[in-house]
């Protein structure tokens, strides 16, 4: 692939846009952690996050009580004894054992230093693998879409779900087994992965497909042997809980950014937003088997494959949103050699900004980003002309 096609002005403009958009939240990290508002309060005690729930997992791991972390109540009394504060609610575990592997490197160091680390290394494994994806002028703007923002500010797991999935999609042509291996990899957030297996299945990626699983099953073999049965016997247990939990709301029915919170919000009935998002499911995967087995250009296969990933979760939040940017990223690389087109110069933005209203726009904010880039990705797929004739007719 290459940017020939852009003017070089253009695409050095694009950089430093990115990166000062990047610089910016930066600096309005560093006055919030200043005036309080962040990482630590009023009071200096360390701010109550996401990232708490991977911490005080690891601590309990690294001590041998792995299978406790899926107990709430034994959790947050860690949680209690760490911040030496009281809170309300729960920052529970409940994610398989062998993500257990993944956050214990970040639990190693106080809660705080573990946080603003995990961030720095999941955001730059995500920019290396949308490297892959697009040109480097291109990464600074797609890491300034405000799902970045979102992501670190709770210390949330976007960025790793984003980069794996890049990596595998990146990976699959040239080096299918590695991207088998990541895709195993992202077993730990199992929700995103639903559609990958009809899409590998229909586009014939046997060795990816094959890989995948031998990874997932090597995982599981791992985590049953350093933290013994015991750990999954509790994680099995905990599932109807947690999804009870989310099935209901989670924390807040607007925090959700999937047509199963949609539902409920526009009709009270559990029972329709439940066939709803099943329905939804439905329509993708056909959808993706469809796609992924006629000829269309791969980066537009991969866009809408990752678009429709995040709209098949019910339990997709808004600190998830960085999957989009990287549907966002093949779309991008779509246009870089077909060209962009009218539509796609507004529909990308469009989405990439979306989810910066997310306060005001409640569970619209992400999907309707997801709903876009996912339209895109296949009315392009769909393209018979090449988009590039198109363009300088």
């Not at 490197?105 to 106080?110: A, G, I, K, N, V």
Request: with cysteine; charged share 10%; hydrophobic share 60%.
């Amino acid at each position: 692939m290459t940017a020939s096609r852009l003017p070089r002005a253009l695409t050095q403009r694009m950089q430093v846009y990115g990166l000062a958009l990047l610089l910016a939240y930066l600096l309005f990290l560093g006055s919030t952690a200043w005036l309080r508002l962040w990482l630590i309060d009023a009071e200096g005690r360390p701010d109550i996050r996401d990232f708490m729930s991977f911490w005080s997992a690891g601590r309990m791991a690294l001590e041998g009580r792995a299978p406790d972390a899926y107990d709430w109540d034994l959790q947050k009394a860690v949680q209690l004894l760490a911040l030496g504060q009281p809170f309300d609610n729960y920052f529970a575990w409940h994610n398989p054992p062998h993500y257990f592997f993944y956050v214990v490197p970040f639990s190693l160091p106080p809660y705080l230093a573990g946080w603003v680390l995990w961030v720095v290394v999941t955001l730059a494994f995500f920019a290396a693998m949308l490297r892959l994806v697009v040109p480097g002028f291109m990464v600074p703007l797609l890491l300034a879409a405000p799902a970045t923002l979102w992501c670190a500010t709770v210390g949330q797991n976007g960025f790793l779900t984003a980069g794996l999935m890049a990596g595998c999609l990146m990976l699959l042509e040239r080096r299918p087994l590695l991207a088998g291996v990541l895709l195993g990899l992202l077993t730990y957030k199992p929700q995103f992965g639903v559609l990958f297996p009809p899409a590998l299945l229909a586009g014939r990626r046997w060795i990816a497909f094959a890989s995948a699983a031998a990874v997932t099953l090597l995982l599981i073999g791992m985590a049953l042997a350093v933290f013994g049965p015991a750990t999954w016997q509790a994680f099995l247990g905990s599932v109807d809980k947690t999804n009870d939990v989310l099935l209901r709301g989670g924390s807040a029915w607007t925090k959700l950014q999937s047509a199963y919170s949609i539902a409920f919000q526009l009709t009270g009935s559990l029972r329709v937003a439940l066939v709803t998002q099943v329905s939804l499911v439905l329509v993708l995967a056909v959808g993706v088997t469809w796609l992924w087995a006629r000829p269309a250009p791969f980066a537009c296969k991969a866009a809408a494959l990752v678009a429709a990933s995040y709209l098949a979760t019910p339990y997709a939040y808004i600190y998830d949103a960085p999957v989009l940017s990287t549907a966002a990223a093949f779309l991008l690389r779509d246009g870089l050699e077909r060209g962009f087109g009218r539509t796609a110069k507004v529909v990308i933005p469009l989405a990439l900004l979306l989810p910066a209203g997310f306060h005001a726009l409640g569970s619209l904010g992400a999907f309707v980003s997801a709903v876009l880039l996912l339209a895109l990705a296949v009315a392009r797929a769909m393209e018979e002309r090449p988009i590039l004739a198109q363009a300088r007719a």
